[in-house]
């Protein structure tokens, strides 16, 4: 099974993968989870407590979306609501770049 997360984007795509840059360097200073990027496509490899995250990042026009392993029904909607409130937080067009958390 898959976790999938669409989200909707306001910003420009340039803008949009600084930002998501900006995210990788977060979750790796603070979680050490990897975050490669090639193009507008991430790959997301790491441990979170004890739960394996393993996933893909594809930005396009106007969405982001998340495609990766499922944690499982006791983490599930815990990891859904994890990703869907940093990708709000770091892609919110009204908070400046320079305010976005690095660690």
Do not use: C
């Not at 989200?7 to 998501?20: C, G, K, S, T």
């Not at 490669?36 to 997301?44: H, P, R, S």
């Amino acid at each position: 099974m898959r976790l999938k997360l669409d989200f909707p984007i306001q910003l420009p795509v340039e803008e949009a993968r600084r930002r998501l840059q900006a995210l990788g360097e977060y979750l790796w200073n603070k979680h050490k989870i990897a975050v490669k990027w090639n193009g507008d496509q991430a790959e997301i490899r790491g441990r979170y407590l004890v739960v394996d995250i393993e996933g893909t990042v594809t930005l396009r026009e106007g969405s982001v979306s998340f495609d990766g392993k499922d944690p499982g029904l006791l983490w599930r909607s815990k990891a859904k609501e994890y990703l869907s409130h940093k990708l709000r937080t770091y892609l919110d067009p009204t908070t400046p770049f320079e305010s976005l958390p690095k660690a």
